[in-house]
């Protein structure tokens, strides 16, 4: 059975940066696909990004493209989420999500969220 | 990019009862790549159904999924009291978009 644990719930000052880890156990990271899935209070859910480690692939929604830097470390089965310049706009619970259903076509992955992380909440206020 | 609408917005119904809910694609979702996510609050989202129609890993068969193209659906039956919560849509076939929602309340 797949688990994902994230770090814990950040603070940080606009302008700053922010990094949330993902640590699976119960799977390897090499071979299934991890997004990042972000949710402002009260709001619906937002795609930010992914990583496909066994092709190497990595996306990113184009709301995030400059600023989301997503990793990961096989070594120790973690993946990584920063984020930059971070706004009051970017409070919200971070999930982690993976996918383990994937589908290559054209040098495209696709695939479902099967197990998720139970997300990580970061404030950005002064 | 592929935005998803979800209606109704809220759906207010009773235990027993059999919900439809509805998930429409700006363009044609490739692969029927198409899925359902169950969220409560304070919960991270579990996945209900992938490839349009089928179920994931222990979700009860009263939850179905159906629909191709644009055009998509979630069936639960009949109600059970944990079911009451929001339902996202989400497509994976062009990069991924979630749909804003349907909230299932009592």
């Known amino acids: 059975q797949v688990q994902l644990v994230q770090s814990g719930a950040e603070v940080k000052k606009p302008g700053s940066s922010v990094t949330v880890s993902c640590k699976t156990s119960?799977?390897?990271?090499?071979?299934?696909?991890v997004s990042w899935v972000r949710q402002a209070p009260g709001q619906g859910l937002e795609w930010m990004g992914g990583?496909?480690?066994?092709?190497?692939?990595?996306s990113d929604a184009q709301n995030f493209q400059d600023r989301v830097t997503i990793t990961t470390d096989e070594s120790t089965s973690t993946a990584y989420m920063e984020l930059s310049s971070l706004t009051p706009e970017d409070t919200a619970v971070y999930y982690c999500?993976?996918?383990?259903?994937?589908?290559?076509?054209?040098?495209?992955?696709?695939?479902?969220?099967?197990?998720w992380g139970q997300g990580t909440l970061v404030t950005v206020s002064s | 990019e592929i935005v998803l609408t979800q209606s109704p917005g809220t759906l207010s119904l009773s235990p027993g009862e059999r919900a439809t809910l509805s998930c429409r694609a700006s363009?044609?979702?490739?692969?029927?790549?198409l899925a359902w996510y169950q969220q409560k609050p304070g919960q991270a989202p579990r996945l209900l159904i992938y490839?349009?129609?089928s179920r994931a890993t222990g979700i009860p068969d009263r939850f179905s999924g159906s629909g191709s193209g644009t055009d998509f659906t979630l069936t639960i039956s009949r109600l059970e009291p944990e079911d009451f919560a929001v339902y996202y849509c989400?497509?994976?076939?062009?990069?991924?978009?979630f749909g804003p929602g349907t909230k299932v309340d009592i």
């Open positions: 999500a993976m996918g383990t259903r994937i589908t290559m076509v054209r040098g495209i992955s696709h695939y479902p969220f099967d197990y």
């Open positions: 119960g799977g390897t990271l090499d071979n299934y696909g």
């Open positions: 990583i496909v480690s066994i092709f190497g692939t990595t």
């Open positions: 363009q044609s979702v490739s692969g029927s790549y």
């Open positions: 490839g349009a129609s």
């Open positions: 989400q497509q994976y076939g062009s990069s991924f978009t």
